[in-house]
């Protein structure tokens, strides 16, 4: 259900730049000042925000698979650097997203074609997904996906309801993870402020690349200051 325009109210890439600031927040906290929960706090904004801008980037994408290539090429080289940094086998938000693309458009395609094969395919997806995010970590020590199975249907509640579904689709959220997510309920306000538009293209690989090179300035800070500390 496309978004309707309006000239009020805030851009796609106003959302990314409060996400890309509610996010660093929240890494900051993480890595260098974990007793500060506020920062954490702050930090649960960025999440309904990015997934917001998913489900807006599905809607209106000319090429699917560019699209889902970016964002999956990008977890992949994030995930790669993860796993030789400390062995985690634990899935950023670019897996869990890139999970969210893929079931948006099994969805999709199953709904446009409507034969047996590729409902079953959508369903296979489904399934896939919550045997990824709550059967895996069961079983593999270390395994995981960033916001579980909610975090990766919160895009496909928001693509096919739009704004009706960003109070349902947060409190599956909220509630499958609980704590701090809590939180996450103010980034409520600003998804209704969303006003259709998405704002400049130069803009676009500058919210991608920054995700991975803000992390490695953090982990270079952090590592400084434990050898300091030493």
């Known amino acids: 259900m496309p978004q309707t325009q309006t000239k009020f109210g805030l851009t796609g890439n106003q959302l990314k730049l409060i996400a890309l600031i ?44 560019r699209y889902f290539l970016r964002l999956a090429g990008l977890a992949l080289v994030c995930q790669t650097a993860y796993y030789f940094a400390d062995h985690s086998l634990y899935q950023c938000i670019l ?32 399934f896939g997904t919550g045997v990824v995010c709550e059967v895996l970590p069961r079983w593999i020590s270390g395994f995981g996906v960033d916001y579980g199975f909610f975090g990766v249907f919160l895009p496909v509640i928001l693509y096919y309801f739009g704004k009706k579904g960003i109070v349902p689709g947060m409190l599956l ?21 969303y006003n259709g538009r998405r704002g400049s293209r130069s803009l676009g690989w500058v919210f991608y690349l920054y995700y991975p090179l803000h992390l490695a300035v953090l982990y270079g800070i952090a590592l400084l200051l434990q050898s300091i500390k030493i």
């Open 22 to 65: 509610t996010m660093t927040v929240d890494h900051i906290g993480m890595l260098l000042l974990p007793r500060l929960m506020i920062l954490r706090i702050i930090g649960r904004i960025a999440m309904p925000l990015y997934a917001y801008m998913i489900a807006e980037g599905c809607r209106y994408t000319h090429d699917w698979r």
């Open 95 to 126: 897996v869990t997203f890139s999970m969210s693309v893929v079931c948006i458009r099994a969805i999709d395609i199953a709904q446009r074609k409507g034969s047996p094969g590729w409902l079953l395919a959508a369903a296979a997806a489904l």
């Open 173 to 193: 959220l909220c509630l499958s993870i609980g704590g701090a997510q809590w939180w996450a309920l103010a980034a409520a306000p600003l998804m209704l402020l």
